[in-house]
């Protein structure tokens, strides 16, 4: 609306010349000045809902990225006199508040898009980052290590974890350390392609990686499958007449 405001502005300024009470109501400069800045600001929100809405593949750490790079924007300094100052801190304070739940609940599933997993911790230490995804790596990957019959149990048991830690953090930094993955590839096939290079991480990235219930594809889909559901049940329906019409 405020976008449409500014691209009339000239046509709506005629209209006002040709009409004496227009010119009572009419916005002075200054308030103009406000809705520039309103459609610049507001013009990033735009953006990240069109591009979550238009994701097929809308993974947690687009997500957490996109809410990042809003913060940065809100971040940024502007002149002293900016006009809608009040307005920015009430948006900036707002979003902050909603990172802090969110920094939590999308650090570990944020590491396993390829994609963006050097994007989407900001200020944040490597062992910092690393620290939380190696607390989460899943005990059946003991399984994987080899055993020896011959060795007693616990001898076995303590090397296993020796040996799980050892390959937790080679497999951590040297995954860290890879150059991020292509904008345009799925993650899932991603971590498939490396499953032989990540054993214990391409595992994991299975669990992780998962398309949020609230984006749009997932929205669509449930649209979408009422009607296909709705659909058979009123075709089940009408050959259960059908055939009844013909016994009868």
């Given at each position: 609306?405020?976008?449409?405001?500014?691209?009339?502005k000239?046509?709506?300024?005629?209209?006002?010349?040709?009409?004496?009470p227009?010119q009572?109501?009419?916005?002075?400069?200054?308030?103009?000045e406000?809705?520039?800045?309103?459609v610049t600001?507001?013009?990033?929100?735009?953006?990240?809902?069109?591009?979550?809405?238009?994701?097929?593949?809308?993974?947690i750490?687009?997500a957490?990225?996109?809410?990042?790079?809003?913060l940065?924007d809100?971040?940024?300094?502007?002149?002293?006199?900016?006009?809608?100052?009040?307005?920015?801190?009430?948006?900036?304070?707002k979003?902050?508040?909603?990172?802090?739940?969110?920094d939590?609940?999308?650090?570990?599933?944020?590491?396993?898009?390829?994609?963006?997993?050097?994007?989407?911790?900001?200020?944040?230490?490597?062992?910092?980052?690393?620290?939380?995804i190696?607390?989460?790596?899943?005990?059946?990957?003991?399984?994987?290590?080899?055993?020896?019959?011959?060795?007693?149990?616990?001898?076995?048991?303590?090397?296993?974890?020796?040996?799980?830690?050892?390959?937790?953090?080679?497999?951590?930094?040297?995954?860290?350390?890879?150059?991020?993955?292509?904008?345009?590839?799925?993650?899932?096939?991603?971590?498939?392609?490396?499953?032989?290079?990540?054993p214990?991480?391409?595992?994991?990235?299975?669990?992780?990686?998962?398309?949020?219930?609230?984006?749009?594809?997932?929205?669509?889909?449930?649209?979408l499958?009422?009607?296909?559901v709705?659909?058979?049940?009123?075709?089940?329906?009408?050959?259960?007449?059908?055939?009844?019409?013909?016994?009868?």
């Amino acid at each position: 609306m405020a976008e449409r405001v500014l691209t009339l502005k000239e046509d709506l300024s005629i209209i006002k010349s040709r009409h004496q009470p227009l010119q009572d109501i009419w916005l002075n400069e200054r308030e103009w000045e406000k809705i520039e800045h309103l459609v610049t600001l507001l013009s990033q929100f735009h953006i990240a809902t069109t591009e979550l809405s238009t994701q097929t593949y809308p993974t947690i750490a687009y997500a957490r990225v996109v809410l990042l790079g809003l913060l940065v924007d809100l971040n940024e300094n502007r002149n002293h006199n900016y006009p809608l100052s009040e307005v920015l801190l009430a948006i900036r304070n707002k979003i902050q508040e909603y990172w802090v739940h969110i920094d939590k609940m999308t650090h570990v599933l944020a590491f396993f898009d390829p994609r963006y997993k050097t994007i989407a911790y900001k200020n944040l230490e490597i062992n910092e980052i690393l620290e939380p995804i190696r607390n989460n790596f899943s005990d059946s990957a003991l399984s994987n290590l080899p055993s020896n019959n011959s060795t007693s149990i616990f001898v076995q048991h303590l090397s296993s974890v020796r040996q799980q830690r050892n390959a937790n953090t080679d497999e951590l930094l040297k995954y860290w350390e890879s150059a991020d993955a292509s904008f345009d590839i799925e993650p899932l096939s991603w971590w498939h392609a490396h499953s032989t290079e990540y054993p214990i991480l391409s595992k994991m990235a299975q669990n992780y990686l998962s398309v949020q219930a609230s984006s749009v594809p997932c929205e669509q889909l449930f649209s979408l499958a009422g009607n296909v559901v709705f659909l058979m049940i009123n075709q089940i329906i009408w050959i259960t007449q059908a055939s009844v019409n013909q016994i009868i």
